[in-house]
């Protein structure tokens, strides 16, 4: 079931049906990041929802930049609320994969949320978290378990080859659909 609503201003045969989440680390504030670049351009475009969840909002707000608060402050965010007990004990299942030994600080406990939040909105989630020393296997680090739970994270270029690959799907199908319709193709056939 997908738990996402589709803006009423976004071409139904363009949208891939994906919905991404960003964490705070992907917030693309000085375009110097290609991947988000193309990702943010697809959004813009209609061709995926991205999101991210209040608490990466949050975090990126507080961080100082103003310009990084604006660009988190540009997407729709979702919030973490009103969890029923299967919710709340994901969350301590994500605990456990991304801190084994209990998560010690609000940063932390920041990240189960985002990863929560992802899930609890039928998103990918797109980090750029792992491999640091205060939590070595971080979010990418841990992106096999949290598969295992019906959580999907992944890294900007693995986001990218995603969507490239819904896209080609959704073109194959569009040029069949107008061949067997006798209609022209739309004029986003091959540009995204």
Known sequence: MLRFCIPA???QDRFVTLSLHIDTNRINARTALPNMNQ???WRSDGVILMQ???TAREEAVAGGSAA???KASSYIFTLTMNLIDDERRLMREIEAILFP???SSASERNDIEIVFNAWKYSAVLVTADGGSRRQPGGILGNQEALGRRGITVMSDDEAVELVRDK???RDRLMIERCQWEGRPLPVWIGQD
Do not use: F, T, Y
């Open 9 to 11: 201003s976004v071409d």
């Open 39 to 41: 990702l943010e351009r």
């Open 52 to 54: 991210m969840s209040n």
């Open 68 to 70: 990084r608060a604006k």
């Open 101 to 103: 030994g209990g998560a």
């Open 167 to 169: 896209i080609r799907q």
